[in-house]
């Protein structure tokens, strides 16, 4: 996410009590521990495109652009979860001794890195113990709720007779997919949409969840007060607050084009399949089903990297008419992803943004640290400097 004026480009999501985030040269994950600190993490990291310049073609960039986040993405989140344990398993001892936690500790200090080390790169993440197995099922699940769920659910709402009578009224023997390749996946998408905001809906009561839904809530006011800022040395815990939760380029947001965009695509491919393939209309059913999924499945990058630019489009002209209707899904949706965050939580942001400001691809090294928390005052330990300064320079 970058601000309109500058060339600083921004993105992130929230993780386990604490928030990512990702800028040119890497990205840093800072989070909330025990006892009030906040732990920072920060990884230079070199895109794939950088290596290869076909990747940055429109279309296809989006595409690497996923694959990128979702491999930094789960990565951070695994740690977050490891760091959460610890944080859990502390507590508890801080306990049951009943001895406070001491506040003499440095501002800002290096510390050991504990467990595997952030990503610099997606082979490095794809590299990682029990990576390939968390990305394989988490893409089976994806499949499962955007491509064969809700094509089995239109399916089987064809069969009522209502339906039928519609098909027939219009000279077709049912209503399928191959005869009615729009008004079916129209029914398909809106079921998808409806199994995207019912899982997102029933997940939001889990008190854990809600605490990731408000760093959600704190990643987007950091970074819409760098885009009003034009300078992360100006971005505030007050001036984030003034914001709303909202952002257009938010992947909440970005679920609700793919679900648009896979209307389009999906009833083209369905047109195609009766169009090129001969006979497919006179195929067992179980054949034209799995082929139909087999498609889908193929055709899911090719709609998420459509999705991706037809947002990014859109979020730098929401003043056209067309752009706010395209978005105004991807808002509502975001109203159950994103929750108000405390000025804590807007903290440990703020701190995610500055640390990952202050990565160079080329000259940082991976590096864990403790601050304390924001200072004014650039002559404290704890003070996070501007991209342009080294936090090593201020450890000392």
């Known amino acids: 996410m970058a601000p309109a004026d500058s060339r600083i480009e921004m993105g992130g999501q929230a993780v386990i009590e604490g928030v990512l985030m990702r800028a040119r040269g890497g990205y840093a994950v800072a989070l909330r521990r025990h006892d009030g600190a906040i732990v920072i993490r920060q990884a230079p990291y070199r895109p794939l495109s950088r290596r290869l310049p076909l990747l940055k073609l429109p279309v296809v960039r989006g595409m690497t652009a996923l694959v990128e986040m979702l491999a930094i993405g789960t990565r951070a989140l695994q740690w977050s979860a490891e760091v959460y344990e610890q944080t859990l398993r502390a507590r508890e001892a801080t306990e049951r001794s009943a001895s406070p936690t001491s506040s003499d500790q440095p501002l800002l200090r290096e510390e050991q890195a504990t467990g595997e080390p952030l990503p610099r790169s997606v082979g490095e993440a794809f590299r990682h113990a029990g990576f390939l197995g968390m990305v394989t099922m988490s893409l089976a699940l994806v499949v499962l709720m955007v491509v064969v769920a809700p094509n089995v659910l239109a399916a089987?709402?064809?069969?009522?007779?209502?339906?039928?009578?519609?098909?027939?009224a219009r000279g077709t023997l049912g209503f399928t997919e191959e005869n009615h390749p729009?008004?079916?996946?129209?029914?398909?998408?809106?079921?998808?949409?409806?199994?995207?905001?019912?899982?997102?809906?029933?997940?939001?009561?889990?008190?854990?969840i809600r605490r990731v839904f408000e760093y959600h809530g704190a990643e987007h006011k950091a970074v819409l007060e760098l885009e009003a800022k034009g300078d992360e040395r100006r971005v505030t815990v007050a001036g984030c607050q003034a914001h709303d939760t909202l952002h257009p380029r938010c992947g909440t947001t970005f679920l609700a084009v793919v679900v648009l965009v896979s209307i389009l695509f999906y009833a083209a491919a369905g047109a195609a399949l009766v169009a090129f393939v001969s006979g497919f209309p006179d195929w067992s059913l179980l054949a034209r089903k799995g082929t139909t999924f087999g498609v889908h499945v193929l055709l899911l990058p090719v709609v998420a990297g459509t999705a991706f630019e037809l947002m990014k489009f859109c979020a730098r002209h929401r003043s056209n008419w067309l752009c706010a209707l395209l978005l105004w899904p991807g808002f509502r949706f975001q109203r159950l992803t994103t929750r108000a965050p405390d000025d804590e939580q807007i903290e440990v942001a703020i701190v995610a943004l500055l640390a990952a400001l202050a990565l160079d691809e080329d000259a940082s090294e991976p590096r864990q640290y403790v601050v304390r928390g924001l200072h004014d005052d650039e002559s404290a330990p704890g003070y996070l400097p501007a991209a342009s300064t080294s936090p090593r320079e201020v450890a000392g």
């Open 182 to 208: 729009f008004a079916f996946n129209l029914l398909s998408g809106l079921f998808r949409a409806a199994i995207l905001v019912g899982y997102v809906w029933a997940i939001s009561f889990n008190r854990d």
């Open 156 to 168: 089987l709402v064809g069969l009522l007779p209502p339906m039928q009578a519609w098909a027939e």
